[in-house]
């Protein structure tokens, strides 16, 4: 297995020579928010949605994800694959929260925009599962008027790693929108199957406007439907069935008429919220029992529907937020150089939708708010949670965005180590391999305690020295402290140690330097 440093070395190559030019990397991110939401789609010479199906982050499994626009009765395809008529990508853009496709169908050009927000301290909103797509900025390029109609659907391939399951559905209109939801006809709670959570309900989202339809069925009944009529039937099929395959592949689609644009009409943003609902998020275990862990977002809503209500209702100040934080992010990163802005335009997304911000509930509906734990899933490695060198690498993205943020990922692993399910005399790598499932790890991993006792005690000097916050070096100083005396009495000379990349050798000037930063941050 080649090594995570070499991984790490690899994927800094790649971001170095193509942060400047998105047309050239491998991905581009689409919807990406959390361990389970993280969808991107293949990059070639200029990054397009269309004639290529969106996929998993971690594999090759695609995720049908369709998108037409039908300008004066004739009907292209501008993401997914599945009709003659192609668009044409003009540009695309790559911001921390956004990536942008400028697109042209005929003479009509417009923005395509999968917008994912990221609220550093607001944990609330940064817990939620949802991401945008909205279209907007539709001109002519031949200056006349055109009559617009645009459709997306999805399919129950963001369900579930298996094709084979039945697949239950249903969509729920309210006074101010319209929803499909769709699940496992009967999910196992924590199921991890190819890096896709089997307890799954996936929710695709409309607020009510003018020229609005909707519908589920067949693929090809929908997007015929569409691409005939402009509209969709506002019907709903109740086939239960298979995601596939078979020749009735299910999806789940809304339109929007446009009506006549005319140069220089100002059109809302036609924006569709996409979620992954998870709960439990995690099993946790803890000293006494295994404790089910929800989303932080339910401390502030009482129903799905409060959500995504909430989440659709926010589109317009989440974009002015975002905004923002994109320019305040990239200014600053621009002054260090271009190469190292279109770097955290590309990793920005990643580091967040690595984590799930948890609270456990005490009973159905009641959520302890203050006992917050975030969970970190070793994304595109393994199933690890809170591996200490990959929260060590994010650390000080963390601290910059909230050092909340570093202390909660730190807790659940002080606090393992802290109980009596914990004997090892040096701080652990991570809390076991099997996320979504939190066993925590007590295993014999001395060959690493130089490079995790080191870690912890940096980053616990780190979170304090930032924050302004002892709580952490007070709470668990005998802990800290233990590790501090471990690298004294081994660090010097770490030739029966190993960095975390399996590196080691005798006298290993890495292994020697991290112990004694380690020692350093503890005498601070």
Sequence with gaps: MISRSILQILLLYVLLAFANSPSQLGFTPLAVKTPYLHTWVMSGNEPSPAQQWPTFFTTNRLLGWAGMIRVDNKTFQWMGFFAPNVTTSVTSEITPTRSVFRIQAGPIQFNATFFTPIEPTDYARQSVPFSYMFLDGFSAIDSQPHNIQVYTDITAEWVTGDDTQIITWNTTETDTMVYHNLTRETPPLTVNNGDFAEDSVVYYAMAKRSGLTWQTGSDGDCR???????????????????????????????????????PGSQLDPVVVALGLVRDPLVTYT????????????????SSIDQMITAFIGDFSDARIRNGGLDNKILSAASAVSPEYAGILSLATRQIFASMDITIPSAQPGQFNGSDVKIFMKDMGVSLRTNPVEVIYGAFPALLYFNPSLAKDLLVPLLDFQSSPLYQNPYAAPDLGAKYPTIPGNSSNTRTLAVENCGNMLI??????AKSGDGSLLSRYYSILQSWANFLIDNSLHPSEFVTADGLNGADMSNLAIKGILGVYSMAK
């Design 459 to 464: 980053m616990a000097y780190a979170h304090a």
């Design 224 to 262: 015929r439907g569409f691409s005939a009529n402009g509209s969709l039937a506002n019907s709903g099929d109740t086939d239960f069935r298979s995601v596939g395959p078979n020749p009735n592949w299910p999806v789940f689609a809304f339109s929007v008429d446009l009506g006549t644009v005319s």
């Design 286 to 301: 803890t000293e006494s029992s295994m404790q089910n862990r929800s989303g932080y977002y339910w401390s502030k809503y």
